[in-house]
């Protein structure tokens, strides 16, 4: 249960995930967002509409994927941390996942991770498309990372194996 | 052990002072309270217990709970989480309650 | 002596707030906190506010903080007393106060109370031995004072507090053993449950600290898991290696003012302590004292900014200040009844029932 280990349970997991249609057409958002509380910055950060508007703030986020272009600005804003874009369709034996990354240093364009799991267990290596950095330090950066497709809807942390012991 | 990059703030560059901890210079950033520049330099335990002589840090680093205090300059029972260094600072482990300074121009 | 018409005492969240607001009335203010800066605990808060946009949601608290500040310094209604104690307040409406070692007195028509609250203790063998801070404290040293506090931290409590303050270690290059907690349950935020899970982050509910362990410093603690008594169960001892421990076992109040302007005190465990009973302008038993913010119950910042801002616009109001005071208070206790309305306001809600003396 969530309330008891701090990590949805597959139930929980399969709410956020479109149709296997939408999953082939290209990014989309997933908000890991499960509990009611006092919360809608997703709403006007989102460029495409794709967030409906809360009608009480403690409500969870109701989001229409077909208006998702998986630009990642939901990911930057929520304060949780709590969003990510998947595109399995990245290539044919990759998919890119956009994760929050607020931790120094920031790995380079093409730098291997190691990539982790819900339970911050690591699932597999990755590679860095790419780290999209706000106007300062108050932004929230968004690491783009690649890895083999079959970790698609399991990895939403990263770490660097620079100087790892 | 003190913080060099941060992913939020951006620590300012600060002039360095020295203070002195039991007779040791310690390094020190001006305007920083003397229990941080302690604990950047590794120095942990600030006094010692009246009763039971226990070895004490500090606690709530924001002046409310009395664990952290030192002789700072001669004068017992400052709390060190909120004093801030000053330049040739002569610091000291308080044993017990700390006797105040003499005050005035007569030894009784 | 000093004469002044509002005299907010504590310069957070809600204080700031509060001198803000009744400035905007065009009340002569004045601010007084006993920091070299404004801002309260909010100077530490790196993470990004929740909330609605009206409370700044997706803003870090640092950079509200911030605003908030610059916006009181430059207030021509505002006076702000810094490195400024305020010792004690008076029947005759004086308080005194100790700046930079200087006793001054100062006549108030009215006083806002915002002075926040401090971090209780747990009590454990050995719980006196240096490493072991409050979780507020660990924060201050990281991201006031830029000092890690240790390599590898336990902390105790996953409340809110707890379970952000473990983010905040990790990204200050800090390691966390573990969180542990006695309720059989998370009590903070999921999300924040869950960004330290995926960083690797045990978090023990059932659990709490046995004893710690170390000989001038702490090296180590042993926890247990606890059973449906809160005793700890023999057998289940776990030893966890570490030179910090974190408390982060909840907030009391800071009322000191308030118990000697005379305001009727109400114990309520949900609001942390002891509060003083006060009425939806937020106004104490004591006439002319007003109280928001930690100091009212625990709360947290969100609501601490609105709770000022109303105690401000009322403590103008009383002086005649205040032209559109109902729509201000209309206003601004639907956005407190927003914030408390899902399951995580709860808590504060029993305990706002409890100070009014309802059943829940």
Same mark, same amino acid.
């Given at each position: 249960?969530? %309330? ?6 597959? %139930?929980d ?19 890991? /967002?499960?509990?009611?509380?006092? /919360?809608?910055? /997703? ?6 509409? *794709? ?16 208006? /998702? ?15 990510? =874009?998947?595109?399995e369709?990245?290539?044919d034996? %990759? *998919?890119? =996942? ?33 780290? =999209? ?9 968004? *690491?783009?990372? *690649?890895?083999?497709?079959?970790y ?14 | ?20 901890? #039991? ?6 950033? #001006? ?39 030192? #002789?700072?300059d ?6 060190v ?25 007569? #030894?009784? | ?43 530490? &808060? ?19 903080? !911030?605003?908030?500040?610059?916006? $009181? ?12 104690? $305020? ?8 308080? !005194?106060?100790e700046?930079?070692e ?36 660990? &924060? !201050? ?16 409590? $996953? ?25 059989p ?65 909840g ?8 118990? &000697? ?22 106004? !104490? ?16 910042a ?24 109902? &729509? ?17 306001g709860?808590k ?13």
């Amino acid at each position: 249960m969530l %309330e008891q280990t701090g990590v949805p349970t597959n %139930e929980d997991l399969a709410r956020t995930l479109p149709t296997e249609e939408r999953r082939k057409k290209g990014p989309y958002a997933v908000f890991e /967002c499960f509990q009611k509380i006092p /919360c809608d910055p /997703c709403y006007s950060a989102c460029r495409q509409g *794709a967030v409906k508007p809360f009608a009480d703030i403690n409500h969870l986020p109701e989001v229409d994927l077909d208006k /998702c272009n998986g630009c990642g600005t939901c990911v930057a804003a929520c304060p949780g941390l709590a969003v990510f =874009v998947v595109d399995e369709t990245f290539s044919d034996d %990759e *998919a890119l =996942v956009k994760l929050p990354y607020e931790f120094v240093p920031f790995p380079e364009n093409g730098e291997s991770v190691a990539c982790f799991n819900r339970d911050g267990l690591e699932v597999c290596s990755g590679r860095v498309v790419r780290v =999209v950095k706000g106007k300062d330090k108050m932004a929230t950066p968004v *690491a783009w990372v *690649a890895f083999p497709k079959e970790y698609c809807h399991d990895v939403r942390h990263i770490a660097l194996k620079r100087g790892m012991a | 052990m003190r913080i060099e990059q941060h992913p939020i703030l951006t620590f300012p560059e600060r002039k360095k002072v020295t203070i002195y901890f #039991e007779g040791r210079p310690i390094e020190a950033r #001006e305007g920083e309270p003397i229990a941080s520049a302690l604990h950047a330099a590794g120095i942990r335990v600030l006094r010692w217990s009246t009763e039971m002589n226990r070895p004490r840090g500090f606690f709530c680093a924001i002046g409310n709970c009395s664990s952290c205090l030192m #002789e700072v300059d001669g004068v017992p029972n400052v709390r060190v989480c909120v004093e801030k260094v000053r330049d040739g600072m002569v610091v000291k482990q308080q044993k017990g309650k700390g006797v105040p300074p003499a005050v005035g121009g007569d #030894e009784g | 002596m000093r004469q002044t018409e509002i005299a907010v005492v504590g310069a957070g969240p809600a204080g700031l707030s509060a001198a803000l607001a009744a400035a905007s009335c065009g009340a002569r203010v004045t601010l007084i906190d006993r920091e070299d800066r404004l801002g309260g605990q909010l100077v530490k &808060q790196t993470h990004k506010f929740f909330g609605s946009q009206k409370q700044r949601a997706g803003i870090r608290g640092i950079a509200i903080g !911030t605003d908030l500040a610059d916006r $009181a310094m430059s207030d021509p209604n505002i006076d702000v007393m810094l490195e400024c104690t $305020a010792l004690a307040y008076y029947s005759d409406n004086v308080l !005194t106060l100790e700046q930079r070692e200087k006793y001054i007195k100062m006549k108030a028509q009215r006083l806002v109370v915002t002075t926040g609250a401090s971090e209780k203790m747990l009590p454990f063998p050995n719980n006196d031995l240096p490493g072991i801070y409050g979780a507020g404290a660990v &924060q !201050t040293l990281m991201n006031v004072h830029g000092v890690k506090p240790g390599q590898r931290v336990l902390m105790i409590g $996953a409340g809110n507090i707890g379970l952000i303050v473990s983010y905040q270690l990790l990204q200050a290059g800090v390691g966390v053993a573990a969180v542990v907690e006695a309720l059989p349950r998370i009590g903070g935020y999921a999300v924040h449950a869950s960004k330290i899970r995926r960083m690797g982050v045990p978090i023990l509910t059932s659990h709490s600290v046995k004893e710690a362990h170390g000989k001038d410093v702490l090296e180590g603690a042993t926890v247990w898991r606890i059973g449906p008594d809160w005793q700890g169960i023999p057998g289940t001892e776990k030893y966890i290696e570490c030179d910090v421990m974190c408390l982060a076992v909840g907030l009391s109040p800071l009322t000191e003012l308030l118990w &000697q302007a005379g305001c009727e005190m109400k114990y309520v465990g949900a609001l942390g302590g002891h509060v003083a009973i006060h009425d939806d302008n937020l106004e !104490t038993t004591a006439k002319g004292v007003f109280v928001a913010g930690d100091a009212s119950g625990v709360e947290e910042a969100s609501s601490a900014m609105v709770g000022g801002r109303l105690a401000g616009y009322s403590a103008a109001a009383s002086l005649g200040r205040c032209p559109d005071f109902q &729509q201000k208070k209309a206003e601004a206790l639907e956005q407190l009844s927003e914030l408390r309305a899902g399951p995580t306001g709860e808590k504060i809600r029993k305990g706002l029932m409890a100070l009014r003396g309802e059943a829940s």
